[in-house]
């Protein structure tokens, strides 16, 4: 079966740095995505991990360790429009992308 | 390039009613999925088509859901007849590539909500 993890909810102060954490048990392994949602809205790509080690693009980074089934992304420089819903999900056996619940990210003046 | 379309954004029907969502993916991307997404969760894959075959429906519930994509472009997705907790967003997304690795499109959804 899939068994993807995150919390629920996290707050931070704009100017700070958020790091979300996903842990999965999956069968089959053929990348971890993040996606960002803002409410009433679609998902939208934010990064890809199939490798081990850090991905970064710009004030967003992404870090994969397959063999502690562990990734996490980190949020420089908080702005309020990061305000949103942070979606992990793995992409397992038959190319089956399956997601977590979703961490929403509040982020305060 | 145009994104995915999706129609109607919203959608209210009575318990036992029938209702149908439409999709029109990115223009050449030959993969498409339907997500349900319950409020407060992420989405749940219903549904993935490659070209007009199914890919993958095995979290589709087949007594009241069903979903087709003709001519492997246009998908349609129904519920009949609706239940009180398929109220949820779903969300029609596309990809270029069948494994998905170049990151799946999302359409806007279409909310619906089962009175």
């Known amino acids: 079966g899939q068994n993807i993890d995150q919390p629920t909810e996290m707050t931070a102060t704009e100017g700070a740095i958020v790091q979300i954490n996903c842990t999965y048990q999956?069968?089959?392994?053929?990348?971890l995505f993040w996606y960002q949602q803002h409410a009433g809205e679609a998902p939208t790509f934010l990064s890809y991990n199939v490798l081990d080690g850090l991905e970064e693009k710009g004030r967003f980074s992404s870090f994969l360790s397959r063999s502690k089934g562990y990734s996490y992304l980190l949020l420089k420089e908080l702005q309020m429009k990061d305000s949103a819903s942070y979606l992990c999900?793995?992409?397992?056996?038959?190319?089956?992308?399956?997601f977590g619940g979703g961490t929403r990210v509040l982020v305060k003046p | 390039e145009a994104g995915v379309a999706q129609s109607p954004r919203y959608k209210i029907i009575e318990k036992r009613q029938s209702v149908a969502f439409w999709c029109n993916p990115i223009s050449g991307h030959a993969t498409l999925y339907w997500y349900q997404q319950i409020l407060g969760q992420g989405p749940k894959l219903l549904i993935q088509?490659?070209?007009?075959?199914?890919?993958?429906d095995s979290q589709l519930p087949k007594d009241r859901f069903s979903a087709e994509r003709l001519k492997g472009v246009d998908s349609t997705l129904k519920i009949q007849p609706a239940k009180l907790e398929d109220s949820a967003v779903y969300l029609c997304?596309?990809?270029?590539?069948?494994?998905?690795?170049?990151?799946?499109?999302f359409g806007s959804g279409t909310r619906l909500t089962v009175v």
């Open positions: 999956t069968s089959g392994f053929n990348g």
């Open positions: 088509f490659q070209n007009n075959g199914v890919v993958d």
């Open positions: 999900a793995v992409l397992g056996a038959g190319n089956k992308l399956t």
């Open positions: 997304a596309s990809s270029l590539d069948p494994q998905g690795i170049y990151g799946y499109t």
